[in-house]
Structures are given as C-alpha cells and as structure tokens.
C-alpha cells in the first residue's frame, strides 16, 4: 500500500507492487485505485514498463492462466511507459480469486522476445478494500 499524508488525516491510498524478471531485475510497476461509482470501471491501474518497449504490441494480461487481455500504452516520459487501465468489477474479482496475475511486454530492440513479469495476488481482497476512490 503507498497512501499520501493529508492534513484531514483521511489519507488516499493505492496498491501498489514492484515486479521483477526472473533474474531478479525490476521490469514494471502496477498502482491499482478504486474509481468513483457509476462508472463501468471500479477500479483502476497504472502500469509503468521501461523504454524501448514495443508500444504497438501493448501490454497483456492474464490472471492463473485465464483469459489474455491487452491494453494500450498511453504516453512515455523519460521514467517509462505508462498504460492506464480499467478494470470492471468481474475483472476485480478475478483479482481476488487468483493467485498471480502474468503481464507481458515486448522490447522494441528484440521485437521476437517476450518479458514476462508475475504480479502476485496475494493478500489483493485485503488490500483493495483499504484503497481509497481516487478521481483520475
């Protein structure tokens, strides 16, 4: 959980985790939000992968092996790529049922290779009911 320090003392918060490659190398960073009700989306993530990812490939997702979903990139700065997601709520309870969600991008230099990431899901039902609704 990262939450920022307000003066109200009602201090936002996200989830967020780190995840590396299998040598150990940090590769991508997730940050998932509740979204303010009424919308299709409950929830929503940011994804941070590094530069000279193949952007046209987009990033996927898949939690234990289910269903593969891609998203796009959004923009680059000089920290990474960003992918800006909404998850419905089925997308969120698929969330708390799993136990590792697989992310995938592709390097723009190395186009046939694939990096795979794990985001673990464990403790993610605790976790997201501690979130805060952020405006985004």
Known sequence: MRCIKTED??????????????EG?????????RLPEGGR???GATVTVPLETSLTDQL???VDGGSLRRYP????????????IGFIAAEVNEFK???TAELNIVPALAPNQNVRVLMSL???????????????
């Not at 003392?9 to 299998?22: K, N, R, V």
């Not at 190398?25 to 939000?33: G, L, N, Q, V």
């Not at 993610?124 to 405006?135: L, V």
């Open 60 to 62: 996927s997702m898949q």
């Open 41 to 43: 989306a409950v929830a």
């Open 73 to 84: 990139f959004a923009f680059c700065n000089q920290i990474g790529c960003y992918s800006r």
């Open 25 to 33: 190398t940090p590769i991508a960073e997730i940050a998932i939000f």
């Open 97 to 99: 049922r799993g136990n």
């Open 122 to 136: 464990a403790g993610f039902t605790a976790a997201y009911d501690k979130t805060s609704i952020t405006d985004r």
């Open 9 to 22: 003392g009602d201090d936002p918060c996200q989830m967020y985790q780190l995840m590396s490659d299998s």
